[in-house]
Nanobody
Framework: QVQLVESGGGLVQPGGSLRLTCAASGRTFLTYTMAWFRQAPGKEREFVAYIMHSGTFTHYADSVKGRFTISRDNTKNTGDLQMNSLKPEDTAVYYC???????????????????WGQGTQVTVSS
């Protein structure tokens, strides 16, 4: 099994920045791609960004492109999501997820990931 723990959420004003971190432990050699998803109240969980194991390829949802940056450090088993120019509509619980090499689901969908963290709340409000 793989355990994921997110940190770094909080309250920030519109236009501000936050950096989320995901720490992985356990059988991390089983996982490959790492992603961030988010879920706002009353809405479905949605894809935010993913990064391949090598870190050389990333992909973002259109709603965050140019504002968010995903990264990872495989030597530390951590992954980050740098969020800049935050908007009220970015308010949500943010989840870290890892995909195993055997998962054939869509890489930008919830079904494409096998391991999830407990989530961290991000609130953007003045």
């Amino acid at each position: 099994q793989v355990q994921l723990v997110e940190s770094g959420g909080g309250l920030v004003q519109p236009g501000g920045s936050l950096r989320l971190t995901c720490a992985a432990s356990g059988r991390t050699f089983l996982t490959y791609t790492m992603a961030w998803f988010r879920q706002a109240p009353g809405k479905e969980r949605e894809f935010v960004a993913y990064i391949m194991h090598s870190g050389t390829f990333t992909h973002y949802a259109d709603s965050v492109k140019g504002r968010f940056t995903i990264s990872r450090d495989n030597t530390k088993n951590t992954g980050d999501l740098q969020m800049n120019s935050l908007k009220p509509e970015d308010t949500a619980v943010y989840y870290c997820a890892h995909r195993s090499q055997y998962n054939l689901g869509r890489i930008d969908s919830v079904d494409g990931y096998d391991y999830w963290g407990q989530g961290t709340q991000v609130t953007v409000s003045s």
